[in-house]
């Protein structure tokens, strides 16, 4: 979705650079498509767990780092276009496309609330296989144990004096 040039305004003291808008639509594009990995490990992640399949949950967490490099990389590129553009720091990027991208900020908030959206999706998702990874090395972990292979841990030491 590139933003038409022609459809904006004449420019206002408030509205960012053509340069500006459609660098801040590039980054919230690419963004999204580090969300769409994410949300691609998520599941992964999700089908590697199931089925106990440790190399594959190494790999999904190296792919899960990668992603979130890019997003932080990104989010990095964003925040000092916006710098450059002399917006405020402490303006969220919801209120900095209000205010700075004139007729196109509809546009500008579909991308923003996708990739919201999507970020929110993941994290919860993420939670969630945590909680089955933790579940399924509790199992295996007993397992183990029952049938003699693993050593009981032990939640505290008990001490005698003799």
Known sequence: MVMNPKRMNPKSMNELSDNAMQKLQSLLEQMNVCARELESITQDEYEAIRSLDAE?????????????????????????????????????LSAVIDMYTGI???EFQALRRNLY???VKVDQQSQ????????AYNVSTTILQSLGLSAAEQTYQRRTTG
């Open 128 to 135: 969630e296989n945590r909680m089955r990874l933790h579940a």
């Open 117 to 119: 959206e999507r970020i």
């Open 56 to 92: 594959k949950i190494l790999q999904m967490g190296d792919r899960r780092i990668l992603a979130h490099q890019c997003l932080e990389q990104l989010e990095q590129q964003c925040r000092n276009l916006l710098t450059r553009e002399n917006i405020p720091g402490q303006m969220t």
């Open 104 to 106: 196109d900020a509809t």
